[in-house]
């Protein structure tokens, strides 16, 4: 079986992985011309920390990383509203790492590079188009056409694989929130192995964390306006306002934390409309689906869109490698990923005072630390 990966992303690259530990060849079509270590913080909840060291990367994940203990849920005043452990000091058997995508994402590539070979990855490659046949299929890219046998759609929240596979009404939905994201170089905040969530009025909330290495990461989120479909103007990883940025944790009351120097020592301030889409009926045809955030995108509530996309590689190979295929595949990852999809809105819409119990029971649901596969 040959397959082919749209997109080296961390979900594209982990696949490639993965199904080469299968025994099955991919190579994988990226549409930039260079990969670069870009982009901010990310979350790896334990069930994915624990598939990357399956896959013989944990002790070099983990030196990149920083490991948080705990989470902690502030008002915007320097109140304690609640804690929750987190990775082994939750009860998991592998830690949750706090890492820079760009980071990651450079870790995957030079893994499948140096165990698939240099030309595993196919650089400037965009899917324009497939043509699917009985026996395989073709894939049109902007470097020319490519055979295979599959096409897996790797390629993000705007992916074209997933206008493939399903070509009707598919609209980006907007939860009203707009996502002011950095990495500030400064020492890490508290104990250097905690996570703060503090909430702020009139809906602004931020999330920040160690990233290792000297970089603490922080997401300022602000309610713009109602949910709805995304507005074509909304923007999508453009420069934020350091100011306005600023302004807007001013008055806040926290001893543990500098907002302004959060905010003025990130090399750069990106913003990001907060959206998903909503769980689709299927991912495959006979030969092609999908993966990540082309599959099931979701907000940030949870820290689990690239947890769940390296799940998604693990059993897609798990799947192809027993037989069971596609269908197997979209029967174990479907329930589960569009179970996450619906947790995340909740917990988006709930109120500090409910914080404690919907973290409990999305836990328990969702980050269960899972032995079987």
Not at 100 to 123: E, I, N, P, T, Y
Not at 160 to 183: C, I, K, N, Q, T
Not at 196 to 202: L, Q, S
Request: aromatic share 6%.
């Amino acid at each position: 079986m040959k397959v082919l990966i749209a997109g080296a992303g961390i979900g594209g690259l982990t696949a490639a992985l993965t199904l080469y530990a299968a025994g099955i060849e991919a190579t994988v079509l990226e549409s930039t011309r260079a990969l670069r270590a870009v982009g901010v913080g990310i979350n790896l909840l334990p069930h994915a920390v624990r598939e990357l060291h399956e896959l013989g990367l944990g002790d070099r994940l983990r030196a990149m990383s920083a490991t948080p203990a705990v989470i902690d849920f502030y008002r915007h005043d320097g109140t304690l509203l609640f804690r929750e452990p987190r990775g082994i000091d939750g009860g998991y058997g592998y830690p949750q790492c706090s890492v820079h995508r760009g980071r990651l994402q450079m870790l995957l590539l030079d893994a499948v590079l140096d165990r698939l070979g240099r030309d595993a990855v196919r650089s400037g490659a965009t899917v324009t188009d497939v043509t699917e046949r009985d026996d395989g299929l073709t894939v049109h890219t902007r470097a020319g056409k490519v055979d295979a046998d599959m096409l897996i759609g790797a390629d993000g929240i705007h992916s074209r694989v997933r206008s493939l596979v399903h070509p009707g009404p598919d609209p980006l939905l907007w939860s009203g929130v707009r996502m002011f994201r950095g990495a500030a170089r400064m020492p890490a905040f508290l104990d250097g192995r905690t996570m703060a969530i503090v909430k702020g009025p009139d809906g602004v909330e931020l999330v920040t964390y160690p990233l290792g290495d000297g970089l603490v990461n922080w997401v300022l989120q602000v309610v713009e306006s109602a949910p709805g479909p995304l507005p074509g103007d909304a923007g999508w990883n453009t420069p934020g306002d350091r100011v306005d940025v600023s302004a807007r944790m001013a008055d806040w009351r926290l001893d543990w934390l500098d907002t302004e120097r959060l905010v003025t020592a990130s090399e750069a301030v990106f913003q990001y409309p907060m959206m998903d889409r909503n769980p689709l009926p299927h991912w495959s045809t006979r030969r092609m689906t999908l993966l990540g955030d082309a599959a099931h995108p979701m907000y940030p509530v949870g820290a689990n869109g690239g947890s769940q996309a390296i799940l998604d590689a693990r059993a897609l190979a798990d799947e192809l490698a027993s037989g069971r295929g596609l269908a197997g595949y979209e029967a174990r990852r479907m329930p589960e990923t569009s179970a996450v999809v619906h947790a995340n809105r909740e917990m988006h819409r709930s109120p500090p005072e409910d914080l404690a119990r919907m973290t409990a029971e999305y836990r328990r649901n969702t980050l269960a630390d899972r032995s079987s596969r």
